[in-house]
């Protein structure tokens, strides 16, 4: 029987471990805590008190909850929601990346991480390494963004450029989750 050699291609995905988000275990949650998030999904204004009313509990014990969340990472942070296109970067680019032989696919990530344009990177399984979210004005940014910064990235061998041609409305993604957690009869396949 061989022993287990590291090939070449192997060795270049060994940077990942340094450059992606950690694992992280899951946080129990009762009833309360699911709709506390259901309601602040909706609309992270929404006063402690009102919050209170709604879930049948006191103004401090939504403090103490919400508290909680933020400290166990449940709830990272509040932000704003932009209309890119209302602000001009209006094309939506979906950027597949593939990684030469040898080189370091967690240097290459953080070369794309660091262009303004980027949204997202998704390290994937396949034929591919990443799958990279762009925002751009135009068909001449895009092109001026892939020329000037992204194929000049050492160790790109290969991407495959996506745009998209239209999309869905957004989803409350994370209210309609939630609330299928909240009801274990609605959860599915796999539990909630």
Request: glycine residues 8%.
């Amino acid at each position: 029987m061989e022993p287990y050699t590291i090939s070449r291609r192997d060795a270049s995905l060994a940077g990942l471990k340094e450059v992606a988000s950690p694992p992280v275990d899951a946080v129990p949650l009762d009833d309360v805590d699911l709709r506390l998030l259901t309601l602040l999904s909706r609309d992270a204004r929404t006063s402690q008190r009102q919050l209170a009313r709604l879930l049948g509990v006191s103004a401090p014990t939504v403090g103490e909850r919400v508290a909680r969340l933020e400290r166990s990472g449940v709830i990272r942070g509040y932000s704003v929601q932009l209309d890119w296109e209302a602000l001009g970067y209006g094309v939506r680019v979906y950027l597949s990346v593939t990684a030469g032989d040898g080189f370091d696919v967690a240097e290459i990530l953080k070369s794309i991480w660091a262009i303004p344009e980027v949204e997202d990177v998704t390290i994937v399984t396949g034929s591919m390494d990443m799958v990279v979210r762009i925002r751009v004005r135009d068909h001449a940014h895009l092109r001026a963004l892939l020329l000037d910064h992204v194929w000049q990235i050492p160790g790109m061998q290969r991407t495959e450029t996506h745009i998209a041609m239209a999309e869905m409305p957004a989803k409350d993604f994370a209210s309609g989750l939630l609330e299928r957690m909240c009801d274990p009869d609605r959860a599915g396949p796999g539990g909630g």
